[in-house]
């Protein structure tokens, strides 16, 4: 298979994982489910690198691309609610907004890296940015909490 196909077949299947969540996401609105379980009243607490004026829903549909990208459940980088009893599918609540799990903090750091990566990475091969392929947290993980190199 030549690098070309490679990259198309990452591409598409990049493409795939991504639009997924949100997928899940929309049914889960036509169902009536709201995003985090508490509701789509209540904004999303201690957003400090997700843009702060976002809604749960739009920040549920990231955290579950993170999910997919990593092969994680959300309590992987968030804490689960302390007594909570678990949901419909047997998972316990988590508390979003505390910061007490390394992983958390790990995550917005990588998240600030891929950013800075998308940003410059054209630029600096002398290409639009359109024209260069978008580093995603899939793309070194791929499916894996601790990123695959080969």
Known sequence: MTNRRIAWLLVTVLCVVLAFPLMMAAQGQREGRGGGGRGNAAPPENLQVLPKDWTRQQVVQVMQGFNMALGVGCNYCH???????????????????????QQKKTARVMMKMVGQINDTFGGQ??????????????????????PKIQ
């Open 79 to 101: 804490v689960e609610q302390a007594g909570a009893p678990p949901n419909e599918k047997g998972v316990i609540p988590v508390d979003a907004a505390k910061d007490d799990k």
């Open 125 to 146: 091969l002398g290409k639009a940015a359109s024209d260069v392929t978008r580093v995603q947290c899939a793309t070194c993980h791929r499916g894996s909490a601790i």
